[in-house]
């Protein structure tokens, strides 16, 4: 956790000295949330809500296909 916060204040310090430091660390965010928002549509799929009326069909769902041996 210390190492994480060491390296965003190193970032933060860093870009904060430069003369385009605030419109960097807003395009970083944008980008962020563009990834966010990507992946949370594409690759986060909402099929177990709809393809299964409660969490027992879910659950069943979930363990066979993780419990299938491939040929």
Not at 32 to 38: F, P
Not at 49 to 67: A, G, M, Q
């Amino acid at each position: 956790m210390r190492l994480l916060l060491w390296v965003f204040h190193f970032y933060k310090d860093g870009f904060m000295h430069l003369s385009l430091g605030k419109t960097l660390w807003k395009i970083l965010f944008v980008k962020l949330l563009i990834m966010v928002v990507v992946f949370k549509l594409f690759f986060f799929s909402t099929t177990l809500n709809t393809r299964f009326s409660n969490d027992d069909e879910r659950s069943d769902f979930v363990l066979e296909n993780l419990t299938k041996e491939k040929k």
